[in-house]
């Protein structure tokens, strides 16, 4: 079956500038997460999707962070402004019970 | 809250075994293994749920010792494509359909 797919696989931007992540996840999988990796640390949960309801979202930081999906299928996650601690892989991964696939990511970083 | 690996690193020769620890100070329904290379993406390795089923993939098994709250892996033999960073991740038992929280990686490096 296709993998997760993400967009842009990397990302450089200015601090303050806006950016936007997307993810197309496997075809059926109905829980959608955006997690947030920094170098040498393990993947921090920002948002939890169930279709197309927000099912945990208390780790995103909201005055920054957006995320929506779209019809339960694919999803976007925007920054803005960005800060330069926002400097991380984002990674995107869906379930099929119990495994979690997770795309390749997106690399950001902020100067 | 988050797990806690150990060690945060391991080197080993070809050949050689490792054990990597998960420990959680809650209650948990199920511990997941993932390995990542770097700059891929984490690959699941296998699950535990709780009732302490020992599992194995190739020559890497785990075990879950739910009166501890902790999952050990074993990687016996080691091969060099073994390399990578593995985090575990562990699901809550309540309130249920929880996220994965992972811990911080244990990097570990086999060579020749």
């Known amino acids: 079956e296709a993998g997760v797919a993400q967009s842009p696989r990397y990302k450089i931007i200015e601090k303050r500038q806006s950016v936007a992540f997307w993810c197309n996840p496997i075809s059926g999988h109905a829980t959608l997460y955006w997690y947030q990796q920094i170098l040498g640390q393990g993947p921090k949960l920002l948002i939890q999707?169930?279709?197309?309801?927000?099912?945990?979202d208390s780790q995103l930081p909201k005055d920054r962070f957006s995320a929506e999906r779209l019809k339960g299928v694919d999803s976007t996650l925007k920054i803005q402004p960005a800060k330069l601690e926002d400097s991380a892989v984002y990674l995107c991964?869906?379930?099929?019970?119990?495994?979690?696939?997770f795309g390749q990511g997106t690399r950001l970083t902020v100067v | 809250q988050q797990p806690v690996q150990s060690p945060q690193a391991v080197i080993l020769r070809e050949g050689e075994d490792a054990v990597i620890n998960c420990s959680s100070s809650k209650a948990l329904y199920s511990v997941h293994w993932y390995r990542q290379k770097h700059g891929e993406a984490p690959v699941f390795l296998m699950i535990l749920l709780k009732g302490g089923e020992q599992k194995g993939h190739e020559k890497i098994s785990a075990s879950f010792n739910e009166k501890k709250q902790q999952s050990s892996l074993y990687l016996t033999a080691s091969q060099l494509s073994y390399s990578g960073t593995y985090f575990c991740g562990t699901e809550a038992e309540y309130p249920g359909n929880t996220p994965l929280v992972f811990g911080k990686g244990t990097r570990l490096s086999v060579i020749a």
């Open positions: 991964a869906t379930t099929s019970t119990p495994q979690a696939f």
């Open positions: 999707f169930q279709n197309n309801g927000v099912v945990d």
